[in-house]
């Protein structure tokens, strides 16, 4: 995965607020703006949904969108 490419969330390991899972069920695919470390050992991606949002997953939770 690259910075610019765009992905689709295709689950979420957490429980997240139900505001956040409406939004993704509205929009699911995002771009990637960059990478976050968590864990202390693994990475994650922080996705752009259109301009009103950006939140991080982890990379498992996302895949390349065709």
């Known amino acids: 995965m690259e910075i610019g ?7 979420i390991r957490d429980r997240v607020p139900a505001e956040l899972v409406s939004r993704l069920q509205q ?9 976050k470390i ?3 050992k693994g990475l994650g991606v922080i996705v752009q949904f ?7 997953f982890f990379e498992d ?3 390349l969108e065709a």
Request: no cysteine; net charge positive; aromatic share 10%.
């Open 5 to 11: 490419q765009k992905v689709r969330v295709r689950r």
């Open 27 to 35: 929009s699911p695919v995002g771009v990637i703006k960059a990478f």
């Open 38 to 40: 968590v864990d202390g």
């Open 50 to 56: 259109g301009n009103d949002f950006s939140t991080w």
């Open 61 to 63: 939770e996302v895949q």
